[in-house]
């Protein structure tokens, strides 16, 4: 590869939620199966409830406590709904409100070589040099790279090889 990479492209909401998640998971590095943890008990406790409060309800309607036995699994659907409905919520939104500010949207352009990066475009420059950089992984959505727990995206669709973009930036992150 030369020693001077520029590429160009638009962001989005998805890649940028990708950029989150990868950059909050190494962020979250040894706490992260604390974290999956505390959601799960969170969740738990949320069925637990919904199932006494389901319990209750059918109780004081049916008035003996066999027939309200059948409606104590409502609690815990709810709580899975609950779960799976909001558990990418805060990132879906936050990448959302990244993708239309002014920072992220028209054209950025992304220049890298042996010193670091640049991303500029039409309101803003900003740039780091390797030994910053936390992390470069390859994502489904892009090259992504993780610079004080903000993930970067560059997008598949603008690379012609994203793979060998990805190995020349780790190979020039490497000899910093």
Known sequence: MTNTIEVEYNASAPAIAEGIRVAGAWMLGKAQ?????????????????????????????????????WYIWIGPIVAIVFFISVQ???????????AQSTYCTGTQTATFDPTGMNIRNQHSHWQTDWA?????????????????????????????????????????????
């Open 33 to 69: 199966p604390l974290h999956t943890i505390a959601t799960l008990l969170v969740t738990v406790l949320i069925g637990i409830g919904g199932a006494g409060v389901a319990f209750a309800l059918a109780l004081a309607a049916t008035g003996t406590p066999e027939a309200a036995t």
């Open 88 to 98: 990418n919520w805060p990132i879906r939104r936050l990448s959302h409100y990244a």
């Open 132 to 176: 910053a950089v936390e992390q470069i992984r390859l994502g489904k959505k892009g090259v992504i790279i993780s610079v004080a727990g903000l993930g970067y995206v560059v997008p598949r669709a603008a690379l012609t090889d994203a793979e060998a973009l990805e190995k020349q930036l780790q190979s020039w992150k490497n000899t910093q």
